[in-house]
């Protein structure tokens, strides 16, 4: 089907042109998203941490937190964009892998039961 | 709307869990019965484009950030069901590997945009395109209402469940023990940014892929699981 093939170009694109979703926030001064902040953050705001938010935060440690390489922080946009890229790209490989091992679980290519 | 480890109490968190499971087998049984095999890397698209589309983090000069989901679109070309397993993917994904969601938020995260999202954005783009054929403008502009007011119903549940978290978990000094907003600021602000800005990217978004694909492959969209054309 040439349209999937478009759509996979499509997708790509998407991958190359993702850290303008993390430089757009930046420029225009804008926080995190509403109901995602950290435990400095939450400081800040209500003057407390709330004890059960301090103790369930921490429970995950994603390999690749916030879409950015462990100790690349500081690093500056072009470093965070660079991950933020990668990422894209990682989250996407396993996103699409998960979905296509689901596929063959949940449809088989049966052809005695397919009309 | 990636509500975070910590935000929720494990009432709500398990709530939604319990309301998730026989959701996502019963979504499971429905992509079975009715999703071609060669409909399997439409879907693979479909949630790598949630994904994407969920990074593309649009500001509020000097406020918050929020994004829009893609989920209705995935819910008009391949069904509300299939759009359920498609975005929980991109989520469970997304929570484990890059901290975006909290993991003991998956139920309420998947219940808020991969269940309620694609759902009424199906449900009112089909009302609204009812019988409209392949080329009708009506099908992109039902696509736009039906992601704007999608978002926007899944970002008012979500500021609901922030909301009634102090009315839940409090200390005996008074201080919240997750998300300390209540229902008087945590709803006006989750649907207010939404239906200001968010909102409005997935309708674009929506419509603007929608018209593309009517065009360009119209069969996409008479295929089994999806809303055919007329």
């Known amino acids: ?115 | 709307m990636h509500i975070p480890d910590g935000y929720l109490g494990p009432t709500t968190c398990g709530f939604f869990y319990v309301v998730m499971l026989p959701i996502w087998a019963f979504a499971s049984r429905i992509v079975k019965k009715t999703l071609d095999a060669k409909q399997v890397p439409l879907l693979a698209i479909g949630a790598a484009f949630s994904f994407m589309i969920m990074m593309f983090n649009v500001p509020i000069p000097g406020g918050t950030t929020g994004h829009a989901v893609g989920g209705v679109l995935v819910a008009i070309l391949l069904g509300p069901w299939a759009a359920c397993i498609a975005i929980t993917v991109a989520l469970v994904v997304q929570a484990l590997l890059f901290g975006d969601g909290g993991i003991t938020a998956v139920g309420a995260n998947c219940f808020n945009m991969a269940f309620v999202l694609p759902f009424t954005g199906y449900y009112i783009y089909k009302a609204i395109g009812y019988n409209a054929p392949c080329d009708s403008t009506r099908r992109v502009i039902a696509a736009g209402i039906a992601g704007y007011c999608a978002l926007n119903i899944a970002a008012g549940l979500t500021g609901f469940e922030f909301g009634i978290q102090p009315l839940l978990h409090k200390t005996a000094n008074g201080q919240a023990l997750y998300c300390p907003y209540g229902l008087n600021v945590a709803l006006p602000v989750m649907l207010g940014e939404h239906l200001l800005v968010f909102g409005w990217v997935e309708a674009i978004v929506t419509a603007l892929v929608v018209k593309y694909l009517l065009k360009q492959a119209p069969e996409l969209f008479a295929e089994k699981g999806g809303y055919p054309c007329k």
């Open chain 1, 1 to 115: 089907m040439q349209v999937t093939r478009k759509l996979w170009i499509g997708l790509a694109i998407l991958i190359v042109l993702a850290p303008i979703g993390l430089i757009a926030p930046e420029y225009f001064k804008a926080g995190s998203a509403w109901g995602e902040w950290g435990a400095d953050e939450m400081q800040e705001l209500v003057g407390y941490i709330p004890q059960g938010l301090k103790k369930l935060a921490g429970l995950w440690s994603a390999p690749i937190p916030d879409y950015a390489f462990k100790g690349w922080e500081e690093k500056g946009l072009p470093h965070l964009s660079f991950a933020y890229i990668l990422s894209a790209g990682i989250g996407i490989g396993i996103t699409v892998a998960v979905i296509m091992l689901i596929g063959t679980i949940l449809v088989r290519k049966d052809k005695n039961s397919r009309k």
